[in-house]
């Protein structure tokens, strides 16, 4: 059992940026998979961001150049860097490990709200 809280969401100018954070109840060494989904209001939660154990990324064609996921193993914590950011980014973004290698598990974080706006 883990636990996943995401922090970091907010109000931001088009063309701003935020960082949000997401720290896990424990290690996330031998996670196969940290991801970032988000969910727009009346639409389905989509995939944003990836990046496995082993360090590879893979972004949504919507924020490839814009986005910026990362892991930090010793802080138990991943990050997912927004820059220029679009009011169609606005949603909420929720974190996301699996493991498949091992033991199948699946978890979420609760979400956090991100606003792009003028």
């Known amino acids: 059992q883990v636990q996943l809280v995401e922090s970091g969401g907010g109000l931001v100018q088009p063309g701003g940026s935020l960082r949000l954070s997401c720290t896990a109840s424990?290690?996330?060494?031998?996670?196969?998979?940290m991801g970032w989904y988000r969910q727009a209001p009346g639409k389905q939660r989509e995939l944003v961001a990836s990046i496995t154990s082993g360090g590879s990324t893979n972004y949504a064609n919507s924020v490839k150049g814009r986005f910026t996921i990362s892991r930090d193993n010793a802080k138990n914590t991943v990050y997912l860097q927004m820059n220029s950011l679009k009011p169609e980014d606005t949603a909420v973004y929720y974190c996301?490990?699996?493991?498949?290698?091992?033991?199948?598990?699946?978890?979420w974080g609760q979400g956090t709200q991100v606003t792009v706006s003028s």
């Open positions: 996301n490990a699996l493991s498949v290698s091992g033991s199948y598990s699946n978890y």
């Open positions: 424990r290690s996330i060494f031998s996670i196969d998979v």
